[in-house]
């Protein structure tokens, strides 16, 4: 189990977790506690639901998913084998995470997960696809209707279709402004953030005024170049 899933999980209903009878529930799968989750939805065999989370109607959740806690899936999303959510992520309402990247309609061929990866807080608007096998990071926030055919790194603020860099929000949602200068400090929360590169910023720990000039980029920031 992935380290940012900590809290404890259980196999069936309780009484802080509400199922409407409705949904479908195939098992083996695993609910936490205090999840909600509504009308029509299908859960399949296999999958993994934290605590606290809302599951909104007619939502669809494969089999190998794994959510995390505090998370937040809307109305009529469709969440494909291979997605991870990490905590406190949410997916408005007709996100839908594509299925295998290179598939037919031929059995042999529906045989490889690419997973894909949602970091923690990110922000996913409604009607929005993302392909399979990609990483959006942490804090994230993709504007309603974007299709995401790339990585996307921490805070970006990501919109449209191609997808486009649109620029930096703060974990609290405030618009960051660099302004020729390469730390910041959001107006509404106080945190403070370094730009490494012109694709990719980090956020100081608190107390923290320094950065190491000497690391290298993730993967996902050198898929990221691809905007400018």
């Known amino acids: 189990m992935p380290e940012w899933f900590h809290q404890s999980i259980v196999t069936c209903c309780n009484e802080e977790t509400f199922i409407h009878e409705s949904a479908y529930i195939d098992e083996p799968c695993q609910i936490g506690h205090g999840t909600n989750i509504m009308h029509f939805c299908h859960i399949m065999s296999n999958s993994v639901i934290g605590s606290h989370c809302q599951i909104g109607h007619n939502v669809t959740i494969a089999s190998g998913v794994l959510v995390g806690n505090n998370v937040r899936v809307l109305n009529n999303a469709m969440l494909n084998s291979g997605v991870i959510l990490e905590d406190e992520v949410f997916c408005g309402p007709s996100t839908v995470f594509a299925p295998l990247k ?127």
């Open 102 to 228: 290179y598939m037919r309609g031929e059995a042999g061929n529906i045989s490889t997960i690419h997973p894909t990866l949602v970091k923690h807080g990110a922000n996913i608007g409604a009607q929005t696809t993302i392909a399979s096998g990609l990483t959006i990071g942490q804090h994230t926030f993709v504007e309603s209707g974007s299709v995401i055919d790339r990585n996307i790194p921490d805070f970006a603020l990501v919109c449209g279709n191609p997808v486009q860099f649109a620029g930096w929000r703060c974990e609290c949602g405030q618009i960051l402004k660099f302004s020729g200068k390469d730390q910041t400090t959001c107006p509404r929360c106080g945190k403070q953030y370094i730009q490494q590169s012109e694709v990719e910023i980090i956020q100081l720990a608190t107390g923290s005024s320094t950065h190491d000039p000497h690391i290298q980029p993730s993967s996902t920031i050198r898929d990221f170049e691809e905007f400018h």
